[in-house]
C-alpha cells in the first residue's frame, strides 16, 4: 500500500496527481512495452545487431526502462502496457483521480505506469541540460535550476516546478537519483516505496547515506 502525503512542505501531491497526462506520455508507454516485449523475444536468439539497436532505443528513449524490464518481469510488462493502453482511452483523466488525502491507496499498475512516463522524462531532462553545458561548467543541481528557470514556458518548467529548491529537495550533486527523489517529493512518497511501485521489490538501492531525511519513511 502506498501513503500519499506531503513529504516536503510546499510540495502538494494533489498538484501531480490530480494533473492529466498528456497522450503523448501514455502513447510513449505503451510503445515502451513494446519495444521491451520485443527485446524478450529477440534476447531467446542470436542476440545479433537488431536486438542491440533495440536496447539502444530502450535505454535512449526510456532511460531506465532497460532496469524495469530486468527487475519487473514479463507478466507485470502485459499488465503495465494494458494499464497504458487502459490510460490512452481516457486521455483527460487525472493520474489518480481516485486519490484520498492522507489514505493508503494499492500499488497499481496504473500509478506505476505514469510514474514511469514522468520519471524517463525528468531523467530526460538531466541528459538535455549536460548536452547543452558549456565545456568546464558546474554540473550541479542549482546550474540545473537555473537552466530549468531559462526555459520558463517548456515541458521542462512544467516538470520541475519550484526549481529554485533543486538543491534542497534532492542535493547539490545533479544525478540521476535526484530524478527518482524529484519524483517521489511531487508524489508525496517516500523513496523506498516509489521504487517499490516502479520496480515491484525493495532492494539495496532503496536508501543511500547521502539521501536527504525527508525521503525515507522512518525520517533516516
Known amino acids: 500500500m502506498l501513503m500519499i502525503r506531503e513529504r516536503v512542505p510546499g510540495f502538494a501531491p494533489a498538484e501531480f496527481w490530480e494533473e492529466s497526462p498528456p497522450r503523448s506520455q501514455w502513447q510513449s508507454m505503451i510503445d515502451k512495452y513494446d519495444a521491451v516485449a520485443a527485446a524478450a523475444r529477440l534476447a531467446g536468439g542470436t542476440r545479433g545487431p537488431a536486438y542491440r539497436q533495440l536496447l539502444v532505443e530502450l535505454s535512449s528513449r526510456w532511460p531506465g526502462g532497460l532496469r524495469e524490464s530486468e527487475l519487473v518481469g514479463p507478466e507485470r510488462v502485459t499488465v503495465r502496457r494494458a494499464a497504458a493502453v487502459a490510460g490512452l482511452a481516457l486521455p483527460d483523466q487525472a493520474r489518480a483521480p481516485d486519490w484520498t488525502r492522507g489514505e493508503p491507496r494499492p500499488a497499481t499498475p496504473t500509478l506505476a505506469v505514469v510514474c514511469w512516463a514522468e520519471l524517463h522524462e525528468l531523467i530526460l531532462d538531466q541528459l538535455a541540460f549536460r548536452r547543452a553545458l558549456e565545456r568546464g561548467a558546474l554540473l550541479t543541481t ?23 529548491r533543486l538543491p534542497e529537495v534532492v542535493g547539490p550533486k545533479l544525478r540521476v537519483r535526484g530524478a527518482y527523489l524529484w519524483l517521489a517529493a511531487r508524489a508525496g512518497l517516500d523513496l523506498p516505496s516509489l521504487n517499490a511501485l516502479l520496480f515491484a521489490r525493495t532492494g539495496h538501492w532503496d536508501r543511500r547515506p547521502d539521501d536527504p531525511s525527508w525521503a525515507t519513511d522512518d525520517g533516516r
Not at 142 to 164: G, K, L, M, V
Open 142 to 164: 542549482a546550474t540545473f535550476a537555473d537552466w530549468i528557470r531559462d526555459h520558463e514556458r517548456s515541458e521542462q518548467a512544467r516538470r520541475w516546478p519550484q526549481p529554485h
